[in-house]
């Protein structure tokens, strides 16, 4: 891997046998030669985010250094999304796994295909405290503001409970 390396921030979720799905959703991200593995942090368990009736999630975020493009880091997501049996036929439904850009370096993006950062990342609890768990200092590219401001901002209705966490010999090909 080359010294040109982006930052990038990987919300990792999923509902359907959860910990399973993680761990190889992880791993997976892990294997591509374009992925330098940074930080990972814990597994939360979260309560759902919808008005769907569903099991609880358990999400993490994940922290690489990418040497491609941001879709294409996309298309490797939704890649191994595909291969772990993801499905998008219920909108906000249960998921085999949920893998997303989060942040990427302090890119603002705003394509079809993709926005960066996350355009609901401000808003859920379960993304932020991994992202803070990872580095207590970043900062929303777009809004400008610490993300512990942000965190600070959203109600207690989001549940966000410590469930474990992956080590390394786990996740790491």
């Not at 390396?5 to 999923?14: E, F, P, T």
Request: glycine share 6%.
């Amino acid at each position: 891997m080359n010294d040109m390396a982006n930052d990038a921030y990987i919300g990792v979720g999923s509902n359907i046998d959860a910990y399973e799905n993680c761990r190889e959703g992880i791993k997976r991200v892990l294997e591509h030669r374009g992925v330098r593995f940074l930080a990972l942090s814990s597994l939360y368990s979260t309560s759902p985010v919808s008005p769907i009736p569903q099991d609880d999630f358990l999400n993490c975020a994940l922290k690489v250094g990418w040497t491609g493009s941001p879709l294409e880091l996309l298309a490797l997501l939704l890649s191994v999304e595909r291969k772990r049996g993801r499905r998008r036929d219920i909108p906000l439904g249960p998921r085999t796994l949920d893998l997303d850009v989060l942040l990427f370096d302090g890119l603002v993006l705003d394509t079809p295909e993709l926005v960066i950062p996350h355009p609901r990342l401000h808003e859920r609890r379960f993304v932020l405290v991994p992202l803070l768990e990872i580095d207590p200092h970043l900062v929303h590219p777009r809004l400008g503001l610490p993300l512990t401001r942000l965190l600070s901002e959203i109600g207690d209705d989001q549940r966000v409970d410590v469930f474990g966490s992956l080590r390394r010999e786990q996740i790491l090909p």
